[in-house]
């Protein structure tokens, strides 16, 4: 059986935990007032680690977020920015810093860690090493009793504070451990993501929350983030990637699953779908092992298609634009592989017939890498939605397909049984608590149901998209727009519905053409002209 360490971990661990998905808010303007100030009571420390979720909301410089102090040197542990986009972590008044380049507005993954004996220390953005210092403070230690303050930057114990040095934004889940963590504790506490809870060996000697605990000074405050609800926070969240206008390599759900520790022969991957593209050759998922960056595709080469260890099976079936499919594909090394649409099998065959699907591989998720983690290429670069996508351990049957498919109508998630038997090995909640890059988000509500997400609390897509108030019908008139979005080729009902399902759709005009019911859908309807060949639908809702 394999394991399903990383959701156990994640999901145990959220349980319970004081802070979780409580973030605490700086906000500006810039002033002396916003902090938390306490004395830790810190023994001396021969090594240290100090991580934290930042989110900067300044476009200056030179700002600083955590700072002890003590009698004679208030830099006794400083991190903050000290250039744009230069992370810098000072000790005992030493100092140095790793180029972040940080964007305002994002959550960072950010620690700094520190080790006497070796005098090694290291900064880490999102869970890679991003600078590394050696000789630095060798053999010294941090000296006890002083004073912590987050949010400003001490000149003396405890105070002086330098309004134009403060930090502006927002700060989580900031920990202390009183040793280095190694870069597999931090990739670690990156990878179970902004929402779970990643542990390590030996708890915080300064924990998250602890400084909760502490009085909040000035405008700081404590408010809630985006985790919203612990018993399955991804309940609901479509996985939205930009549409084809906008696809490019910058944007996709990258990590390194824990598929187990043995090369494994059977596995399933289900998903809904709906896509934005109009084109031919698109993929969704990618799994690249070392010496196979093809250990497992899905998506479009014309028509849908499964790809293990280099080889292809292809279906006759190119999906349509602007609706959403349950896709599931399973596979056997020996028994062979099958495609379902829908509940349905459309595809069954041998697919890299014996062969294993390796370990310790890369996934992406948007992308299709050509090399394992990288060498993305725009042109096949995912445009649409996923949600609910999860990996099981198991050939699933035509019956647990159907079973998916049909009582997990878009709102529900995996059936219980399928937890129960531990056969979920990358389950939709873990990948909902990894942060996405680029312009890749996780959205529920209004904005992701016009992206094509069924609503989870009754309303119904085709209902509202067919409002009579939603349209206003203008016979002979066209707009032209030089941002035409594609064209349904269809019934005009559908059209709508595609069209109130893309968010940025604003008219539809459609009109015939070589016997074919053609709606073009464009970005405005600024400019109208007269048409006596088309009958226009101006989307006003
Ligand atoms: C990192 O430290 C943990 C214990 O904290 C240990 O289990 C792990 O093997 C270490 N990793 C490396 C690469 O040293
Ligand atoms: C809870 C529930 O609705 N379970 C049903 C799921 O689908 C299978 C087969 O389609 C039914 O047998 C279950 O009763």
Same mark, same amino acid.
């Given at each position: 059986?394999?394991?399903?360490?990383?959701?156990?971990?994640?999901?145990?661990?959220?349980?319970?935990?004081?802070?979780?998905?409580?973030?605490?808010?700086?906000?500006?303007?810039?002033?002396?007032?916003?902090?938390?100030?306490?004395?830790?009571?810190?023994?001396?420390?021969?090594?240290?680690?100090?991580?934290?979720?930042?989110?900067?909301?300044?476009?200056?410089?030179?700002?600083?977020?955590?700072?002890?102090?003590?009698?004679?040197?208030?830099?006794?542990?400083?991190?903050?920015?000290?250039?744009?986009?230069?992370?810098?972590?000072?000790?005992?008044?030493?100092?140095?810093?790793?180029?972040?380049?940080?964007?305002?507005?994002?959550?960072?993954?950010?620690?700094?860690?520190?080790?006497?004996?070796?005098?090694?220390?290291?900064?880490?953005?999102?869970?890679?090493?991003?600078?590394?210092?050696?000789?630095?403070?060798?053999?010294?230690?941090?000296?006890?009793?002083?004073?912590?303050?987050?949010?400003?930057?001490?000149?003396?114990?405890?105070?002086?504070?330098?309004?134009?040095?403060?930090?502006?934004?927002?700060?989580?889940?900031?920990?202390?451990?009183?040793?280095?963590?190694?870069?597999?504790?931090?990739?670690?506490?990156?990878?179970?993501?902004?929402?779970?809870?990643?542990?390590?060996?030996?708890?915080?000697?300064?924990? =998250?929350? *602890?400084?909760?605990?502490?009085? @909040? !000074?000035? &405008?700081? %405050?404590?408010?809630?983030?985006?985790? +919203?609800?612990? $018993?399955?926070?991804?309940?609901?969240?479509?996985?939205?990637?930009?549409?084809?206008?906008?696809?490019?390599?910058?944007?996709?759900?990258?990590?390194?699953?824990?598929?187990?520790?043995?090369?494994?022969?059977?596995?399933?991957?289900?998903?809904?779908?709906?896509?934005? =593209?109009? *084109?031919?050759?698109?993929?969704? @998922? !990618?799994? &690249?092992? %070392?010496?196979?960056?093809?250990?497992? +595709?899905?998506? $479009?080469?014309?028509?849908?298609?499964?790809?293990?260890?280099?080889?292809?099976?292809?279906?006759?079936?190119?999906?349509?634009?602007?609706?959403?499919?349950?896709?599931?594909?399973?596979?056997?090394?020996?028994?062979?592989?099958?495609?379902?649409?829908?509940?349905?099998?459309?595809?069954?065959?041998?697919?890299?017939?014996?062969?294993?699907?390796?370990?310790?591989?890369?996934?992406?998720?948007?992308?299709?890498?050509?090399?394992?983690?990288?060498?993305?290429?725009?042109?096949?670069?995912?445009?649409?939605?996923?949600?609910?996508?999860?990996?099981?351990?198991?050939?699933?049957?035509?019956?647990?397909?159907?079973?998916?498919?049909?009582?997990?109508?878009?709102?529900?998630?995996?059936?219980?049984?399928?937890?129960?038997?531990?056969?979920?090995?990358?389950?939709?909640?873990?990948?909902?608590?990894?942060?996405?890059?680029?312009?890749?988000?996780?959205?529920?509500?209004?904005?992701?149901?016009?992206?094509?997400?069924?609503?989870?609390?009754?309303?119904?897509?085709?209902?509202?998209?067919?409002?009579?108030?939603?349209?206003?019908?203008?016979?002979?008139?066209?707009?032209?727009?030089?941002?035409?979005?594609?064209?349904?080729?269809?019934?005009?009902?559908?059209?709508?519905?595609?069209?109130?399902?893309?968010?940025?759709?604003?008219?539809?005009?459609?009109?015939?053409?070589?016997?074919?019911?053609?709606?073009?859908?464009?970005?405005?309807?600024?400019?109208?002209?007269?048409?006596?060949?088309?009958?226009?639908?101006?989307?006003?809702?």
């Amino acid at each position: 059986m394999l394991a399903t360490t990383t959701l156990l971990l994640v999901v145990g661990l959220v349980l319970g935990d004081v802070g979780h998905n409580q973030i605490l808010d700086f906000p500006g303007p810039a002033n002396t007032e916003n902090y938390i100030s306490y004395n830790p009571d810190l023994p001396a420390l021969t090594g240290l680690t100090v991580c934290a979720w930042q989110q900067k909301s300044y476009s200056d410089n030179k700002r600083y977020w955590f700072s002890y102090a003590v009698p004679g040197t208030d830099n006794e542990i400083i991190l903050g920015e000290r250039e744009t986009g230069l992370y810098v972590f000072y000790l005992g008044g030493s100092s140095f810093g790793a180029n972040v380049g940080a964007p305002e507005n994002q959550w960072v993954h950010v620690c700094a860690a520190w080790d006497s004996e070796s005098g090694v220390a290291v900064i880490s953005v999102n869970g890679e090493a991003a600078a590394t210092q050696e000789g630095f403070k060798q053999g010294g230690s941090v000296r006890a009793g002083g004073n912590l303050v987050i949010g400003q930057e001490q000149d003396s114990v405890g105070g002086r504070f330098d309004a134009s040095q403060a930090f502006l934004g927002r700060l989580y889940n900031i920990n202390v451990w009183d040793y280095a963590l190694n870069s597999t504790d931090v990739a670690f506490l990156y990878e179970t993501g902004f929402c779970g809870y990643g542990s390590t060996e030996a708890d915080p000697i300064i924990s =998250y929350a *602890d400084l909760l605990a502490q009085d @909040l !000074s000035g &405008a700081t %405050s404590v408010i809630d983030g985006p985790c +919203i609800d612990l $018993e399955d926070p991804s309940n609901g969240q479509v996985l939205r990637f930009p549409p084809q206008s906008q696809a490019s390599t910058a944007n996709f759900l990258q990590f390194s699953p824990d598929l187990g520790s043995e090369d494994f022969g059977e596995f399933s991957i289900c998903t809904w779908f709906f896509k934005t =593209y109009g *084109d031919q050759s698109r993929y969704f @998922l !990618s799994y &690249a092992v %070392s010496g196979e960056h093809n250990a497992i +595709i899905l998506g $479009e080469q014309a028509t849908l298609g499964f790809w293990v260890n280099g080889a292809k099976m292809l279906t006759d079936i190119l999906l349509e634009q602007q609706r959403w499919y349950h896709l599931c594909f399973t596979r056997g090394s020996d028994s062979g592989a099958v495609i379902y649409v829908d509940g349905a099998k459309v595809k069954e065959g041998d697919l890299a017939k014996g062969g294993l699907t390796k370990t310790g591989g890369v996934m992406n998720i948007g992308q299709e890498q050509d090399s394992m983690g990288g060498s993305y290429d725009a042109s096949q670069a995912f445009a649409g939605s996923l949600y609910n996508l999860n990996m099981f351990n198991v050939k699933l049957t035509d019956d647990q397909v159907a079973q998916i498919y049909a009582n997990g109508t878009f709102c529900e998630m995996v059936p219980d049984e399928m937890w129960e038997s531990e056969s979920v090995m990358i389950a939709y909640k873990d990948l909902f608590s990894l942060i996405p890059d680029g312009d890749v988000m996780f959205d529920s509500g209004e904005t992701s149901w016009r992206h094509g997400a069924i609503h989870c609390q009754g309303t119904d897509l085709d209902e509202d998209a067919h409002k009579p108030d939603c349209w206003q019908t203008e016979e002979g008139r066209r707009y032209k727009d030089n941002s035409n979005l594609g064209y349904i080729v269809g019934d005009v009902d559908a059209a709508k519905a595609a069209c109130y399902a893309y968010g940025k759709c604003k008219t539809l005009t459609c009109y015939m053409k070589n016997g074919e019911q053609r709606c073009d859908m464009l970005s405005t309807y600024e400019k109208q002209k007269k048409d006596n060949k088309k009958t226009s639908y101006t989307y006003r809702c």
